[in-house]
């Protein structure tokens, strides 16, 4: 059954990710974003795959999204006094995942 892989990565690494996947042959769209919380621009790359290509798919990513620590400064939107006025650190990078069952795939 084929499945949509829909994969949130930092744009520091949204190149790379891109590049590696269309090496490997995926078929990808990558879309511009931006993550809720920090506002800062990710990538949202959307790859329809069958099930046996999902692993690869996930390691190709892992391997090129880096994990990350970032300040959060005292007046962003998503701090809401949450981290007090010295803003914090977060986590940034990586790759936020999620992958879904495609009911019908057509292309004309
Ligand atoms: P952002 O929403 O800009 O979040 C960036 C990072 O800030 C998050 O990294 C997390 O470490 C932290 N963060 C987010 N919301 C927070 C909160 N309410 N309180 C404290 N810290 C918070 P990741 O978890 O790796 O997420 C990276 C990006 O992936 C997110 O960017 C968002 O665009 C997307 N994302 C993550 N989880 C999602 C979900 N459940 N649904 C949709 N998008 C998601």
Known sequence: MMKL???IVN?????FVNT????EGFNI????????FLMNGNSTFLIGVEDEQ???????????????EMNVPMNLP???????????SVSVG???VFIVDVEKYVRF
């Open 54 to 68: 999902i692993d690869r798919a996930l390691e190709v990513i892992k391997t090129h999204s880096k994990k990350r």
């Open 78 to 88: 998503g701090n809401n006094g949450v981290f007090g006025a010295s803003g914090a």
């Open 29 to 36: 769209t990558k879309i511009s974003s931006t993550g809720g």
């Open 11 to 15: 744009n520091d690494d949204a190149h």
């Open 20 to 23: 590696a996947l269309t090496a």
């Open 94 to 96: 990586g790759a936020t």
């Open 5 to 7: 892989i829909i994969a």
